[in-house]
Protein backbone atom coordinates (compact mmCIF):
# COMPACT_ATOMS: atom_id res chain seq x y z
CA UNK A 1 0.00 0.00 0.00
CA UNK A 2 1.51 3.47 -1.16
CA UNK A 3 1.19 6.88 1.03
CA UNK A 4 -0.54 8.18 -1.60
CA UNK A 5 -3.06 5.36 -1.42
CA UNK A 6 -3.28 5.83 2.15
CA UNK A 7 -3.74 9.50 1.63
CA UNK A 8 -6.87 8.96 -0.52
CA UNK A 9 -8.95 6.92 2.88
CA UNK A 10 -9.72 7.05 6.18
CA UNK A 11 -5.90 8.81 7.30
CA UNK A 12 -6.66 11.64 5.29
CA UNK A 13 -6.23 14.73 6.34
CA UNK A 14 -6.01 12.92 9.69
CA UNK A 15 -2.67 13.99 12.36
CA UNK A 16 -2.32 11.26 14.26
CA UNK A 17 1.04 10.38 16.84
CA UNK A 18 2.80 7.24 17.16
CA UNK A 19 4.19 6.31 20.61
CA UNK A 20 6.81 4.06 21.62
CA UNK A 21 8.64 3.55 24.80
CA UNK A 22 11.33 1.57 26.58
CA UNK A 23 10.91 1.20 30.59
CA UNK A 24 13.36 0.40 33.32
CA UNK A 25 11.03 -3.22 34.05
CA UNK A 26 8.02 -4.38 33.48
CA UNK A 27 6.14 -3.17 36.56
CA UNK A 28 4.60 0.19 37.10
CA UNK A 29 3.62 -1.05 40.27
CA UNK A 30 6.88 -2.53 41.62
CA UNK A 31 8.24 1.38 40.80
CA UNK A 32 9.71 1.00 37.42
CA UNK A 33 9.23 4.26 34.49
CA UNK A 34 9.27 5.14 31.11
CA UNK A 35 13.34 5.70 30.38
CA UNK A 36 12.85 6.45 26.29
CA UNK A 37 9.92 7.75 24.65
CA UNK A 38 9.47 8.38 20.71
CA UNK A 39 6.62 10.12 18.85
CA UNK A 40 6.42 9.97 15.51
CA UNK A 41 3.65 12.08 13.76
CA UNK A 42 1.76 11.17 10.82
CA UNK A 43 -0.59 13.47 8.87
CA UNK A 44 -2.05 12.72 5.94
CA UNK A 45 -0.97 8.64 5.81
CA UNK A 46 2.86 9.76 5.65
CA UNK A 47 5.07 10.06 8.44
CA UNK A 48 6.38 13.70 9.34
CA UNK A 49 8.30 14.80 12.72
CA UNK A 50 10.06 12.92 14.95
CA UNK A 51 11.13 13.32 18.46
CA UNK A 52 12.50 11.18 21.26
CA UNK A 53 14.14 11.05 24.68
CA UNK A 54 16.21 9.13 27.29
CA UNK A 55 14.15 9.51 30.50
CA UNK A 56 16.05 9.43 34.08
CA UNK A 57 14.71 6.50 36.10
CA UNK A 58 13.75 6.39 40.04
CA UNK A 59 15.41 3.24 40.04
CA UNK A 60 17.99 1.09 38.17
CA UNK A 61 17.16 -0.92 35.05
CA UNK A 62 16.11 -4.08 35.89
CA UNK A 63 18.12 -7.18 33.84
CA UNK A 64 15.63 -8.60 31.86
CA UNK A 65 14.71 -4.76 30.88
CA UNK A 66 18.28 -4.43 29.65
CA UNK A 67 18.67 -6.94 27.64
CA UNK A 68 15.67 -6.30 25.22
CA UNK A 69 16.52 -2.29 24.74
CA UNK A 70 20.50 -2.20 25.71
CA UNK A 71 19.82 0.80 27.60
CA UNK A 72 21.82 0.80 31.08
CA UNK A 73 22.07 2.57 33.90
CA UNK A 74 25.27 4.81 32.63
CA UNK A 75 23.45 5.85 29.43
CA UNK A 76 20.45 7.17 31.38
CA UNK A 77 22.48 9.43 33.99
CA UNK A 78 22.66 12.29 32.07
CA UNK A 79 18.99 12.09 30.34
CA UNK A 80 16.44 14.75 31.88
CA UNK A 81 14.29 13.51 34.44
CA UNK A 82 10.82 12.31 34.38
CA UNK A 83 9.45 15.94 35.35
CA UNK A 84 11.00 17.63 32.51
CA UNK A 85 10.00 15.18 29.45
CA UNK A 86 6.48 14.66 30.96
CA UNK A 87 5.28 18.30 29.37
CA UNK A 88 7.19 18.14 26.28
CA UNK A 89 5.93 14.25 25.58
CA UNK A 90 1.96 16.31 26.43
CA UNK A 91 2.65 19.19 23.85
CA UNK A 92 4.21 16.68 21.48
CA UNK A 93 0.79 14.44 21.72
CA UNK A 94 -1.42 17.82 21.52
CA UNK A 95 -5.10 16.20 21.26
CA UNK A 96 -4.66 14.01 18.02
CA UNK A 97 -5.40 10.32 18.07
CA UNK A 98 -2.67 8.02 19.63
CA UNK A 99 -1.48 4.71 18.06
CA UNK A 100 0.31 2.05 19.96
CA UNK A 101 1.73 -1.03 19.50
CA UNK A 102 0.45 -3.01 22.04
CA UNK A 103 -0.87 0.54 24.04
CA UNK A 104 -1.88 -1.70 27.39
CA UNK A 105 1.69 -1.55 27.94
CA UNK A 106 2.98 1.68 26.66
CA UNK A 107 0.13 3.18 28.11
CA UNK A 108 -0.13 2.86 32.06
CA UNK A 109 3.66 4.02 32.18
CA UNK A 110 2.92 7.42 30.02
CA UNK A 111 0.04 7.94 32.09
CA UNK A 112 1.90 7.05 35.36
CA UNK A 113 4.68 9.47 33.63
CA UNK A 114 2.28 12.52 33.32
CA UNK A 115 0.11 11.95 36.23
CA UNK A 116 3.47 12.15 38.42
CA UNK A 117 4.28 15.31 36.56
CA UNK A 118 1.37 17.19 37.83
CA UNK A 119 -0.28 17.13 34.16
CA UNK A 120 -3.21 15.75 32.84
CA UNK A 121 -3.62 11.84 31.22
CA UNK A 122 -4.18 11.40 27.93
CA UNK A 123 -7.65 10.91 26.87
CA UNK A 124 -8.12 10.83 23.17
CA UNK A 125 -8.55 7.85 20.73
CA UNK A 126 -6.23 5.19 20.29
CA UNK A 127 -5.61 3.14 17.55
CA UNK A 128 -3.72 -0.46 18.83
CA UNK A 129 -1.89 -1.66 15.46
CA UNK A 130 -1.57 -4.85 17.95
CA UNK A 131 -5.64 -5.24 17.35
CA UNK A 132 -5.34 -4.19 13.63
CA UNK A 133 -2.71 -6.83 12.95
CA UNK A 134 -4.19 -9.26 14.92
CA UNK A 135 -7.99 -8.65 13.13
CA UNK A 136 -6.39 -9.13 10.10
CA UNK A 137 -4.08 -12.36 10.51
CA UNK A 138 -5.16 -14.25 13.37
CA UNK A 139 -3.54 -14.26 16.90
CA UNK A 140 -0.27 -15.80 16.08
CA UNK A 141 2.71 -14.10 16.37
CA UNK A 142 2.27 -10.56 15.71
CA UNK A 143 5.15 -9.39 18.00
CA UNK A 144 6.12 -5.43 15.97
CA UNK A 145 9.49 -7.12 14.64
CA UNK A 146 7.64 -9.93 12.58
CA UNK A 147 5.42 -7.54 11.57
CA UNK A 148 7.86 -5.32 10.16
CA UNK A 149 9.97 -8.18 8.29
CA UNK A 150 6.59 -9.70 7.05
CA UNK A 151 5.41 -6.39 5.72
CA UNK A 152 8.35 -4.79 4.83
CA UNK A 153 8.59 -2.27 7.14
CA UNK A 154 10.34 -2.36 9.83
CA UNK A 155 13.45 -0.75 10.71
CA UNK A 156 17.74 -2.52 11.07
CA UNK A 157 17.49 -1.18 15.25
CA UNK A 158 14.62 -2.81 16.72
CA UNK A 159 13.46 -2.39 20.48
CA UNK A 160 14.11 0.98 20.83
CA UNK A 161 11.59 4.05 20.89
CA UNK A 162 11.92 5.70 17.48
CA UNK A 163 12.80 3.08 15.82
CA UNK A 164 9.80 1.01 16.85
CA UNK A 165 7.29 4.08 16.19
CA UNK A 166 8.77 4.54 12.69
CA UNK A 167 7.76 0.75 12.19
CA UNK A 168 4.80 1.55 14.21
CA UNK A 169 3.66 4.36 11.93
CA UNK A 170 4.55 2.29 8.61
CA UNK A 171 2.36 -0.70 9.98
CA UNK A 172 -0.53 1.41 10.29
CA UNK A 173 -0.33 3.16 6.78
CA UNK A 174 -0.47 -0.60 6.01
CA UNK A 175 -3.29 -1.82 7.78
CA UNK A 176 -5.66 1.11 7.50
CA UNK A 177 -6.02 0.40 4.08
CA UNK A 178 -6.99 -3.08 4.54
CA UNK A 179 -9.52 -2.82 7.37
CA UNK A 180 -11.48 0.05 5.26
CA UNK A 181 -11.58 -2.40 2.40
CA UNK A 182 -11.67 -5.81 4.05
CA UNK A 183 -13.72 -4.36 6.87
CA UNK A 184 -15.37 -1.56 6.02
CA UNK A 185 -14.34 0.99 8.72
CA UNK A 186 -15.34 4.30 7.81
CA UNK A 187 -13.98 6.34 10.85
CA UNK A 188 -10.37 6.71 13.21
CA UNK A 189 -13.03 6.19 16.25
CA UNK A 190 -14.14 2.95 14.73
CA UNK A 191 -10.89 1.97 14.23
CA UNK A 192 -9.38 2.45 17.40
CA UNK A 193 -12.51 0.62 19.25
CA UNK A 194 -12.19 -2.05 17.11
CA UNK A 195 -8.30 -2.60 17.48
CA UNK A 196 -8.81 -2.51 21.49
CA UNK A 197 -11.61 -5.36 21.03
CA UNK A 198 -9.25 -7.33 19.21
CA UNK A 199 -6.76 -6.63 21.71
CA UNK A 200 -9.30 -7.90 24.59
CA UNK A 201 -10.51 -10.85 23.09
CA UNK A 202 -7.28 -12.45 22.06
CA UNK A 203 -5.18 -11.18 25.59
CA UNK A 204 -7.62 -13.14 27.98
CA UNK A 205 -4.91 -15.53 29.27
CA UNK A 206 -2.04 -14.16 32.30
CA UNK A 207 0.21 -15.66 29.55
CA UNK A 208 -0.78 -13.91 26.88
CA UNK A 209 -0.25 -10.53 28.49
CA UNK A 210 3.11 -11.77 29.76
CA UNK A 211 3.80 -12.87 26.32
CA UNK A 212 3.44 -8.76 24.88
CA UNK A 213 5.34 -7.64 27.22
CA UNK A 214 8.00 -6.91 24.59
CA UNK A 215 5.75 -6.14 21.53
Known sequence: MTEAAAR???LAGQRLVVVDTETSGWSL???HGVIEVACVTVEDGVPRAEWSTLVRPAMPV??????????DDDELRGAP????????????????PLVFHNAGFDLPFLQALL??????????PVVDTLGLARGLFGSGSNDL???GTTLGVGEP???????????TARLLIALV?????????????????????????????PSDRVALVTP
Not at 157 to 167: E, I, W
Not at 192 to 198: I, N, Y
Request: net charge positive; proline share 8%; glycine share 8%.
Open 8 to 10: AGL
Open 29 to 31: AAG
Open 62 to 71: EAGAREVHGI
Open 81 to 96: PPTAVAPVFAAACGRS
Open 115 to 124: TRAGLPPLDQ
Open 145 to 147: ATL
Open 157 to 167: VQHRALPDART
Open 177 to 205: PRWERERGTRSLAELAAASQDVVRATSKR
